[in-house]
Structures are given as C-alpha cells and as structure tokens.
C-alpha cells in the first residue's frame, strides 16, 4: 500500500516538472499600430504633514494615434484632464476639455522616447518587457520613468523608477488574450539615493520622495498594449519649505479601442447635409471622418455664434449622435491669419469652444468632446484674399476611430 502510495507521488512530481518545464517560452514585445484611447484614473487619499485633507480624484484620457515614420511609429496624443480634486466630497470639473498635446515613440520592449512632453503620459517606459524569451515565473528588471505633481501646481516633476517584473501567467481580459504580469518598485529620490536621482527636471523646490508600489498588469498578446494597469500607491514627498504630501490609495491605467463607426449608417446623413450645405465638407484621415465646417458666421472677433448658424449646428448634432455613445470628437478651431498669432490661437480655442457649447446643448456629452486651436497657422485658403480667408476660418470635428 505504502509502496502504491509512493509510486503514485513519484509519478505526480514527474508529471509536474514535465508539465513545468516543458511550457512554452513566450517573447513579449510592443508592436500597436492601430489608434486607441488611454486613460489614467487617480484615486488618492492626500495628508498633508500627517492632517488628511481630501481625495485626489482626477482622470486623463487621450485618444491616441500611430503614424508609421522612417521604419518606426510615432504616436501623437491629444490628452485632457476630466476631473480634478475632489475635497469635502465636492469635485471640480473643467467642463469642456482642451487638448493637451503629446507625441512619443516606443519601442518594441516597451521603452518610450519622448517627442513632444507636456506632463502625459505621466508613466514612461512602463510597463517595460523581457529582452529574451520567459516563462511563467520569470521575473526581470527594467527602468521607466513616472511624472508627478502632489501639489497640483503644473510643475511635472520626472522621478527615476526601477521596476521588477514578474510573468504570472495568462488571462483572458476584454475579449483578449493576455499576458499577465506583477510589478514592483519603489518611490527613491532626492537626498541620500545617489547622484544619479539629482539628474531631472521638474520642481527645484521637491527635496525628497519615498515609497512603494505594487502593481497588477494585463498586456495583449496582440499588440503588446497594457489593456490594465492597477498599481497600488504608498509614497511621500517633503519639500524644501518642510511641506511633506502624502499620497495613498490606488493609480488604473486603462487602454481601450475605439468603437467602430457604422459608416453605412452614416451615409445617408452625410449626403443629405452635403446637399443642403456646400460649406460642409467630409473626409477620411488618420484619426477619423472629419467634417470640417468652413465660412461659420460669428459676431467679428468674438466666439459668439450668430442665430442663423443654429440650423446647421442642429444638423450637424444630429449626425453625431448616430456614432457608438463610447465615441469620442475632437473640434478644433482655426482662424485667418491676419492679425497676432497669439490673440488667433484664442479666439480658434474658443470657437471651437463656442460649438462643443452649442453641440452640448443639443445632447452630447461635453465629456465626450475634446476641444483644440490652431489660431492660423493650417491654412487651406489665400489669407490674401477673402474668399480664401473665409475658407480658412473653420471649425473641424474629427469623429475618433
């Protein structure tokens, strides 16, 4: 009996080191080539010198696009802040959202390079892949970057981060198939972590940051995106001043695609407003199907929209609310250049403004609108002449795909 006992463990280890061994390697590298939106959700308790003082409740979402380049993808993003902090249970909203402009490479392990940097992403280089084969178990070490700013002053500050990672296995995640991975790492900067952490940009008057993190990922097999991150924050930052800012509670990094647009439906509503409208025009670009809206009639030098645009905008609603309510618009504004390039670039912002009010108004999301100007700088028309001023002062609403 004994005997049969033992033979059956010895068999049940042999089939388990088989089973362990002989799993396959896996090689996980980065390769999105496709647009996507991706969203940062912070939800952090917030002590200032040990008193808490309220929630940090803020969400950055981007639409994100590819652009094959030289051998090589470069991704440009239009990034907005949807919420900000929330105190004594009363969150501030910015209403409309303007885009916060970003471009970027990465590379096949995960690694970014920069292009343009306004403060977002705020996580670089994260999450980061294995240069060689794994399996399940294997754990490596890479470095990324993290971007923050506790006192919400609009001072980005850039912290070094070394990241251990581990392959868990895989997991099935929004219809796909995934890799599971483990990360951790450590918040180390300023006075008494080396030279090396003094090598940054961001707020002179930031002394010193500690802390954890611990963090659960989903990537796709097929792209190599992080459809998830939940990372787990701990971490403090004491100032020059001796102001010290603790933050806890939780960071979820989410990429998603973008719903597909039934162009047949749409169709129809685009030939009808051609039609009734010559000053609408209609094109497929990298970002979307773009209406781009020329001759609009405002009262002069100002965003204030005369009554008799109020038809076409009405229109122009109607067709918008026929595309999947997950999709996301861009309005960008421009003007004729024919004056001081700073005051056009406020006035295009605030055109665009003026419609995402008014298409607002007339039931879509203002969270679903993000809103940019150009001033005069992507003319289409002659500035010299004005009829091409007409055509050059426009408003273009970009459906996201």
């Known amino acids: ?163 251990q990672y581990t392959y868990v296995g895989d997991r099935y995640f929004h219809d796909e198939d995934c890799y599971e991975l483990s990360a951790q790492w450590a918040t180390r900067y300023g006075n008494g972590f080396g030279s090396s952490y003094f090598d940054y940009e961001g707020d002179p008057q930031l002394q010193r940051a500690t802390g954890s993190h611990s963090a659960k990922i989903y990537v796709s097999k097929e792209s190599g995106n992080a459809l998830l991150v939940s990372d787990s924050v701990n971490e403090s930052f004491v100032y020059k001043d001796g102001k010290e800012v603790t933050l806890k509670g939780t960071i979820s990094l989410f990429t998603e695609y973008p719903p597909s647009v039934n162009e047949e439906l749409l169709e129809p509503i685009i030939t009808a407003l051609k039609t009734k409208d010559q000053n609408i025009n209609f094109e497929k670009t990298d970002l979307g199907t773009r209406l781009s809206i020329h001759d609009l009639q405002f009262q002069p030098n100002t965003a204030e929209l005369l009554p008799g645009e109020a038809a076409r905008i009405d229109n122009i609603a109607a067709l918008l609310k026929k595309v999947p309510e997950k999709t996301r618009f861009l309005i960008e504004g421009h003007t004729a250049r024919v004056g001081e390039e700073k005051g056009e670039y406020e006035l295009s912002l605030e055109r665009a403004h003026a419609i995402a009010k008014a298409l607002t108004q007339r039931g879509i999301s203002s969270q679903r609108i993000i809103c940019k100007g150009y001033g005069g700088r992507i003319p289409i028309g002659n500035n010299d002449t004005p009829e091409g001023r007409a055509i050059n002062r426009r408003v273009e609403i970009t459906i996201l795909e």
Do not use: C
């Not at 068999?11 to 991706?38: A, D, K």
């Not at 040990?50 to 994100?64: A, Q």
């Not at 696009?65 to 907005?80: A, E, H, I, Q, V």
């Not at 980061?128 to 609009?154: F, M, N, T």
């Open 1 to 163: 009996m004994k005997s049969n006992r033992l033979l059956f463990i010895l068999i049940f280890f042999n089939l388990f080191l088989v089973g362990v061994y002989s799993q396959e390697s896996v090689t996980i590298s980065y390769h999105g080539n496709r647009n996507y939106v991706f969203t940062e959700r912070t939800d952090l308790r917030r002590y200032d010198n040990g008193k808490y003082v309220g929630l940090l409740s803020r969400e950055v979402s981007s639409f994100i696009s590819p652009k094959k380049k030289d051998g090589y993808y470069l991704y440009t993003g239009n990034f907005y802040v949807m919420e900000k902090t929330q105190r004594a249970s009363m969150l501030v909203n910015n209403g409309l959202n303007d885009s916060i402009d970003s471009a970027f490479t990465i590379s096949d392990d995960g690694k970014f390079e920069m292009v343009e940097d306004n403060g977002f992403p705020s996580f670089r280089s994260f999450p980061s892949y294995a240069s060689s084969e794994i399996h399940v178990g294997d754990s490596w070490k890479a470095a990324g970057q993290r971007v923050v700013d506790p006192l919400e002053k609009g001072i980005y500050t850039k912290l070094p981060i070394l990241v």
